[in-house]
C-alpha cells in the first residue's frame, strides 16, 4: 500500500496488485477498518449459556463411564467456528458441550458423551439417563 498526496490535498490509498488496483479515500479507509474490527470484536463475543435446567448435565469423557445408565437418543449441535479467523478450538469444544448438556435437559438426561471430534464447529454427542428419577 502506498500514500499519494494530489494537489488538492486529499489524501487517499492506493492498493495495486497485478489485477486490480483499488484507490480509497481517507473516510472509505475508516469506514473498512471500522467494519473489519466490528467482524473481528463480534466473533470473540460469542457464548453460549447453560441453561438453569441444563446445570446438572455432566459430560462424560468415554462411553465406558456410561455402562450403567439408559441412552435417551442423539443429538448434533454446531456453532460457528469461524468468524474472518478461526475461533480457539477449546472456546468452539465448551460451547458445544453446553449446546449439548442444553439438549440433554430437554430430554431428561443427566449425562452427555462426545462420540464424534469437532468439525467445521459441528459435534455429535450421545445422552444418557444415569441417574435412577
Given at each position: 500500500m502506498r500514500f499519494a498526496r494530489p494537489m488538492s490535498g486529499y489524501v487517499k490509498s492506493v492498493v495495486s496488485s497485478r489485477f486490480f488496483t483499488v484507490e480509497l479515500g481517507v473516510d472509505m479507509m475508516k469506514k473498512v477498518i471500522l467494519l473489519l474490527a466490528l467482524l473481528v470484536g463480534l466473533g470473540g463475543c460469542t457464548y453460549v449459556k447453560v441453561s438453569p435446567e441444563a446445570e446438572g448435565v455432566r459430560v462424560a469423557a468415554a462411553v465406558g463411564a456410561v455402562k450403567a445408565c439408559k441412552k435417551l437418543g442423539s443429538t448434533t449441535v454446531s456453532v460457528v467456528a469461524k468468524v474472518l479467523l478461526e475461533r480457539g478450538k477449546n472456546k468452539?469444544?465448551?460451547?458445544?458441550?453446553?449446546?449439548?448438556?442444553?439438549?440433554?435437559?430437554?430430554?431428561?438426561?443427566?449425562?452427555?458423551?462426545?462420540?464424534?471430534?469437532?468439525?467445521?464447529?459441528?459435534?455429535?454427542f450421545d445422552i444418557y439417563q444415569c441417574a435412577k428419577s
Open positions: 468452539v469444544a465448551s460451547e458445544l458441550s453446553a449446546l449439548a448438556r442444553n439438549q440433554a435437559a430437554k430430554l431428561g438426561g443427566d449425562t452427555v458423551v462426545p462420540v464424534s471430534d469437532v468439525y467445521d464447529g459441528q459435534r455429535k
